[in-house]
């Protein structure tokens, strides 16, 4: 077998329990230099499969609070010896294209400080494309020292000191890796930790220009307008479903779309249990 030529770059993976995604995450991180794993207290094999898949591989236990927190950590303690950082979950994948062009970018970087990718989302065998509004942009490749992250919701978002650009070419994203139940589990907490995001998101202002920006600037803002829109349910699924032609992805994109429906159905449940546990606080003072 040819040995794989390493590109001068530290990959971190995050995990929790992830036996099941952690050997082939690893196996499309070969041609990075530097990989490195930042676990949350697995009670599974994950990190005696990442050893045996990675010799090399350099393991860091750190408790997850957040997101945010969890990649912060990661930057201050995994000691990269490279300017460069890709942030990869362990239910994702990095193609041979995708890697070729994240080593394009880097050497081509200029002044810039870190790059945005975009991922192929897989549901029932299939890549469901419409249904999940691709391309949606996060920031995982970084110059060491120029980005921080902050919780924003269930996720993240960055804080960089410098221009950031895009790399169009898609990593690949399994998140019902683990079956459907955890999923849905999954974002039953998310929907939790989505109700201060959405008060948050009323408070800010509404700038009709950035609806005209970049994707990022897009998301945003559009995230913006959602957070004061009625009928958020319904509107998720005609957005979804009709106007980014989720009915393209047959009947899987049907199912996603509901999905993402019942998820709005509960962050709209949590908020007006909220609201009525406040008004009967309130009462009794």
Not at 49 to 55: G, L, T
Not at 64 to 74: I, L
Not at 131 to 144: A, G, N
Request: aromatic letters at 10%; one cysteine or more; charged letters at 25%.
């Amino acid at each position: 077998m040819t040995p794989v030529r390493r590109y001068p770059l530290t990959a971190i993976v995050l995990t929790q329990d992830e036996e099941i995604n952690i050997r082939d995450c690893l196996k499309t991180l070969a041609w990075a230099d530097d990989v490195v794993v930042v676990d949350s207290g697995s009670r599974d094999r994950t990190i005696e499969i990442a050893r045996h898949e990675r010799p090399d591989v350099r393991i860091f236990s750190h408790g997850f609070k957040d997101f945010g927190d969890q990649r912060n950590w990661a930057l201050d303690n995994a000691q990269s010896p490279h300017e460069w950082i890709l942030f990869v979950d362990a239910d994702e994948r990095i193609p041979a294209d995708c890697a070729e062009a994240i080593q394009h970018a880097v050497g081509g970087a200029g002044g810039l400080v870190g790059f945005f990718l975009c991922a192929r989302t897989c549901f029932l065998g299939r890549w469901i494309r419409h249904s999940t509004m691709f391309p949606s942009w996060q920031l995982r490749l970084l110059r060491r020292g120029a980005v921080r992250f902050q919780k924003e919701g269930h996720g993240q978002r960055e804080v960089a000191a410098g221009p950031l650009g895009y790399i169009e070419t898609p990593y690949d994203h399994f998140g019902f890796s683990k079956g459907l139940e955890a999923w849905i589990a999954r974002h039953n907490r998310y929907s939790t930790e989505e109700i201060e995001l959405i008060h948050r998101l009323r408070t800010e202002p509404l700038n009709i220009l950035d609806a005209f920006g970049p994707p990022v600037a897009r998301r945003r803002f559009l995230k913006r307008l959602a957070a004061r829109i009625g009928g958020r349910p319904v509107m998720r699924f005609v957005y979804l479903y009709f106007l980014r032609g989720g009915w393209l992805d047959g009947r899987p994109g049907l199912l996603y779309c509901l999905l993402r429906m019942a998820h709005e159905i509960h962050i709209v449940a949590k908020m007006e249990e909220r609201r009525c546990r406040l008004t009967d606080e309130r009462a009794l003072h």
